[in-house]
């Protein structure tokens, strides 16, 4: 499938790969595809917020979530992770994510997967999966941005 996208999808993807990274994640989710989409201006636009704020919003919501288990991290550093040879793998809900990336590069008739069908795609999951989460975390009204995307052409 990864022959279908074009440039701006593969660096987005790429992008994904190194904010799983960054945070210590062993794989790849739809809330580490939203912040490598938050990598494209238009996309920024889009959603009305940037990859720092997304980035907070995610370190707050793993906070609160270790928080309900009793886990205190305030003032913890994460220690570095190793560089593993290892193909980093993708979620069951991330997976998920890229055929209906595709299905919106064939409704909007375009040939390529673009980062704004990929933004598509991660605004139709459903509220127990990360993004969808943080979307919420974010105050990020879904309707509209489809909506507001829909009017910009994408």
Excluded: N, Y
């Excluded at 739809?30 to 636009?45: A, I, M, N």
């Excluded at 205190?72 to 793998?89: F, H, L, N, Y």
């Excluded at 990929?118 to 975390?137: F, H, I, K």
């Amino acid at each position: 499938m990864f022959e279908q996208f074009a440039a701006g999808a593969r660096a987005a993807v790429t992008s994904a790969l190194d904010e799983a990274t960054l945070r210590g994640d062993r794989r790849i989710g739809t809330e580490h595809l939203l912040l490598g989409v938050l990598h494209e201006p238009g996309s920024v636009r889009a959603l009305g917020t940037d990859l720092e704020t997304a980035r907070a919003a995610l370190d707050a919501l793993d906070r609160s979530a270790l928080a309900v288990v009793g886990i205190d991290v305030q003032g913890i550093e994460r220690p570095p992770i190793p560089a593993s040879r290892k193909r980093t793998p993708f979620t069951s809900g991330a997976r998920a994510v890229l055929p209906r990336a595709l299905a919106e590069t064939r409704r909007a008739g375009s040939r390529r997967i673009s980062p704004e069908h990929l933004l598509l795609a991660l605004l139709d999951c459903e509220q127990s999966d990360p993004v969808a989460e943080l979307m919420a975390g974010l105050g990020i009204d879904r309707a509209a941005v489809r909506e507001r995307m829909r009017r910009t052409g994408a």
